[in-house]
T-cell receptor, first 114, second 112 residues
Framework: SQKIEQNSEALNIQEGKTATLTCNYT??????LQWYRQDPGRGPVFLLL?????KEKRKERLKVTFDTTLKQSLFHITASQPADSATYLC?????????????FGKGTHLIIQP | KAGVTQTPRYLIKTRGQQVTLSCSPI?????VSWYQQTPGQGLQFLFE???????NKGNFPGRFSGRQFSNSRSEMNVSTLELGDSALYLC???????????FGQGTRLTVV
């Protein structure tokens, strides 16, 4: 079955450094990959979407890449701040768009240390 | 504009009972999806509705059902509750295209 895998261990990064989170997919060829941020007790918040024919997308301090050969997406936060501490979820969907539903990874807990 | 609203926020039910959860999407959004989130399984897709029609369903038993009304508001129902149904249930709305889903704060269901 299709699977989205994220590093389940917490990622500790020093403030000001670049945080890089990994999302790998198997048995799947998603048309879109999305990244969401989730804080405790709250619903996920959409951050970025990248299409399979796009290599890279940027938004302010955020950058996401999509490598269909490696079956991997990387999510970068540059100049990280303690306020960036949260769980980051990778989600994939097929060409049917929202109708396919999103397949989520279990998320990576990011901790930015001052 | 107002975000996605889910009610109630918290719910405690007994095994064997049924429960109905409600979701009001962002105004103008016609697609509503439901997800179950547990510590062990993460976020799992339940179903998606668009213009009152269920377009897709995840791998959940028939005890989980939903519907969407003409004003795009959606409800999901779980019958014959089991302890394993304890979870955070999240609703997400979108305009229907890909795919930037806006999530509500969720309903925390506890089955005892």
């Amino acid at each position: 079955s299709q699977k989205i895998e994220q590093n389940s261990e917490a990622l500790n990064i020093q403030e000001g450094k670049t945080a890089t989170l990994t999302c790998n997919y198997t048995n799947y060829s998603p048309a879109y990959l999305q990244w969401y941020r989730q804080d405790p007790g709250r619903g996920p918040v959409f951050l970025l979407l990248i299409r399979e024919n796009e290599k890279e997308k940027r938004k302010e301090r955020l950058k996401v890449t999509f490598d269909t050969t490696l079956k991997q997406s990387l999510f970068h936060i540059t100049a990280s701040q303690p306020a960036d501490s949260a769980t980051y979820l990778c989600a994939a969907t097929g060409s049917g768009g929202g109708a396919d539903g999103l397949t989520f990874g279990k998320g990576t807990h990011l901790i930015i240390q001052p | 504009k107002a975000g996605v609203t889910q009610t109630p926020r918290y719910l405690i039910k007994t095994r064997g009972q049924q429960v109905t959860l409600s979701c009001s999407p962002i105004s103008g959004h016609r697609s509503v999806s439901w997800y179950q989130q547990t510590p062990g399984q993460g976020l799992q897709f339940l179903f998606e509705y668009f213009s009152e029609t269920q377009r897709n369903k995840g791998n959940f038993p028939g005890r989980f059902s939903g519907r969407q009304f003409s004003n795009s508001r959606s409800e999901m129902n779980v019958s014959t509750l089991e302890l394993g149904d304890s979870a955070l249930y999240l609703c997400a709305s979108s305009s229907g295209g890909p795919l930037e889903a806006f999530f509500g704060q969720g309903t925390r269901l506890t089955v005892v």
